[in-house]
């Protein structure tokens, strides 16, 4: 049965680019990325699954092993649903990793991916996460976080000011957390309550369902360049020194006094670095 994905447009180029953004923000965040890209070039950014499902409406399907395997056979449908092969993909953490997933399944559908900040995990940590029973997982530090998020605010100006005296924020100007406040929180109830789009529990099961990323690294000969920020808490030194002997077309570059948050703490550095790998 086919899908209709809901996704944002920026520009009207001849050249289409595909965005998928980070676990817990929406497309819409990345606006401020995201237009200075179409200015060359038409983007779309369709929104990942947890942006458009339930998660009752997916396990009745599924269970938790597929969840990023179905987003990446999304992207593949999206992908042949718009024409787009082969597309330049361009993702943010969760959404760099499920277009590699998408890429090693398809490798016909793409002509590059440009990776920000993936999430470069070693093989026994994912496997350790994959089998923990649930009521261990939820102690593990960045699931407990998710959990214990608050996610309902009366308005969404109190959102806005919620997150904005949040450290995870701090490197956002106001207008990219208005962004992210615009399009990641809407109405929840009668009462006028505003809550999160991409539901906390959502986000807590990308973080205890993360794949092993290094065999599809390993095996893809799709052109990947990776972006990583100098203090990135999903690319360890170790895992950076190990991309640097993978095989294949790959290329990376470091941001200096950056964090896991580059596209949205600077989305204009970030923008001219890709546009300057599609000028090349």
């Given at each position: 049965?086919?899908?209709?994905?809901?996704?944002?447009?920026?520009?009207?180029?001849?050249?289409?680019?595909?965005?998928?953004?980070?676990?817990?923000?929406?497309?819409?965040?990345?606006?401020?990325?995201?237009?200075?890209?179409?200015?060359?070039?038409?983007?779309?950014?369709?929104?990942?699954?947890?942006?458009?499902?339930?998660?009752?409406?997916?396990?009745?399907?599924?269970?938790?092993?597929?969840?990023?395997?179905?987003?990446?056979?999304?992207?593949?449908?999206?992908?042949?649903?718009?024409?787009?092969?082969?597309?330049t993909y361009i993702g943010h953490s969760m959404g760099s990793v499920v277009g590699l997933m998408a890429a090693h399944k398809r490798p016909d559908l793409f002509a590059r991916l440009i990776m920000?900040?993936?999430?470069?995990?070693?093989?026994?940590?994912?496997?350790?996460?994959?089998?923990?029973?649930?009521?261990?997982?939820?102690?593990?530090?960045?699931?407990?976080?998710?959990?214990?998020?608050?996610d309902r605010w009366p308005d969404r100006q109190t959102a806005f000011d919620f997150h904005r005296g949040k450290q995870v924020f701090s490197g956002f100007s106001d207008e990219i957390l208005w962004d992210y406040i615009n399009s990641g929180v809407g109405p929840v109830n009668d009462a006028?309550?505003?809550?999160?789009?991409?539901?906390?529990?959502?986000?807590?099961?990308?973080?205890?369902?993360?794949?092993?990323?290094?065999?599809?690294?390993?095996?893809?000969?799709v052109p990947i360049n990776?972006?990583?920020?100098?203090?990135?808490?999903t690319i360890s030194d170790e895992s950076w020194q190990r991309w640097q002997k993978l095989p294949g077309p790959k290329q990376a570059t470091q941001f200096d006094n950056t964090s896991h948050l580059l596209p949205l703490d600077h989305p204009d550095m970030v923008a001219k670095h890709i546009l300057a790998i599609l000028n090349n």
């Open positions: 049965m086919s899908i209709s994905i809901p996704y944002l447009e920026f520009g009207s180029g001849d050249n289409t680019l595909l965005f998928a953004h980070a676990n817990g923000f929406p497309a819409g965040a990345y606006r401020s990325l995201l237009e200075p890209l179409s200015k060359q070039y038409r983007v779309l950014a369709p929104q990942l699954r947890p942006m458009w499902q339930t998660l009752p409406a997916f396990y009745s399907d599924y269970a938790n092993r597929h969840f990023w395997h179905r987003m990446a056979d999304d992207q593949i449908a999206f992908i042949e649903q718009h024409k787009l092969a082969p597309v920000i900040e993936p999430v470069l995990l070693k093989a026994r940590y994912t496997r350790l996460m994959r089998y923990m029973p649930k009521r261990i997982k939820r102690k593990v530090p960045i699931v407990r976080k998710a959990l214990g998020r608050p006028g309550e505003v809550g999160l789009l991409f539901d906390k529990y959502w986000e807590a099961l990308a973080y205890s369902t993360v794949p092993n990323t290094w065999p599809l690294l390993k095996a893809t000969q990776l972006l990583r920020a100098e203090y990135s808490d």
